[in-house]
T-cell receptor, first 114, second 115 residues
Framework: KNQVEQSPQSLIILEGKNCTLQ??????????LRWYKQDTGRGPVSLTI?????NTKSNGRYTATLDADTKQSSLHITASQLSDSASYIC?????????????FGAGTRLAVHP | GAGVSQTPSNKVTEKGKYVELRCDPI?????LYWYRQSLGQGPEFLIY????????DSGLPNDRFFAVRPEGSVSTLKIQRTERGDSAVYLC?????????????FGDGTRLSIL
């Protein structure tokens, strides 16, 4: 079983609408949870990083939430734009006392249509 | 440059050949990571360098894969006797150090196709 599960696998929304992407993880304990955006043919770009003690983190129209008790995170996108079409990847860093060894989910592929 | 640079962007070669993939990290970043990403999946960890040394190579799938970072900057991922299953996008990332809540900055990857 994957340690980081994301849903839905893919999503289509109309421009201007909001959406929420989900991430469930089993990694425990963990140091931080990250959301990345990956455009087709490009490398992932960091959107947010939350430590285990944080509940929410915003970056423009992107807001990530974290519930460490239920091991769930969500990424909310407000007023979507065509340029939001990409894969969104949830990433968890296990707490090891060492370096940041990231564990990636498979991503949610978002398509924003005009 | 300002970001992580990977070359070549695409590499097509025949089964059994040797390939080298290059990564130029952001200047001053001591931590460097290699990942492999298959279609529709998230990146999978291959190896982590702190400075010149490979601090964790537990993600390398077998002994055909090897990576170096001789001067603590540029890194090369080397694959011997390539197999069709090696086809994937190979991503490199760097961060200022390997710890703390720092983002890993990714290059755009090398898309490797083994015929």
């Amino acid at each position: 079983k994957n340690q980081v599960e994301q849903s839905p696998q893919s999503l289509i929304i109309l421009e201007g609408k909001n959406c929420t992407l989900q991430c469930n993880y089993t990694v425990s304990p963990f140091s931080n949870l990250r959301w990345y955006k990956q455009d087709t043919g490009r490398g992932p770009v960091s959107l947010t990083i939350m430590t285990f003690s944080e509940n929410t983190k915003s970056n423009g129209r992107y807001t990530a939430t974290l519930d460490a008790d239920t091991k769930q995170s969500s990424l909310h996108i407000t007023a979507s734009q065509l340029s939001d079409s990409a894969s969104y990847i949830c990433v968890v860093t296990p707490f090891s006392g060492g370096y940041n060894k990231l564990i990636f989910g498979a991503g949610t592929r978002l398509a924003v249509h005009p | 440059g300002a970001g992580v640079s990977q070359t070549p962007s695409n590499k097509v070669t025949e089964k059994g050949k040797y390939v080298e993939l290059r990564c130029d990290p952001i200047s001053g970043h001591t931590a460097l990571y290699w990942y492999r990403q298959s279609l529709g999946q998230g990146p999978e960890f291959l190896i982590y360098f702190q400075g010149t040394g490979a601090a964790d190579d537990s993600g390398l799938p077998n002994d055909r894969f090897f990576a170096v970072r001789p001067e603590g900057s540029v890194s090369t991922l080397k694959i011997q006797r390539t197999e069709r299953g090696d086809s994937a996008v190979y991503l490199c990332a760097s961060s200022l150090t390997g710890t703390g809540n720092q983002p890993q900055h990714f290059g755009d990857g090398t898309r490797l196709s083994i015929l």
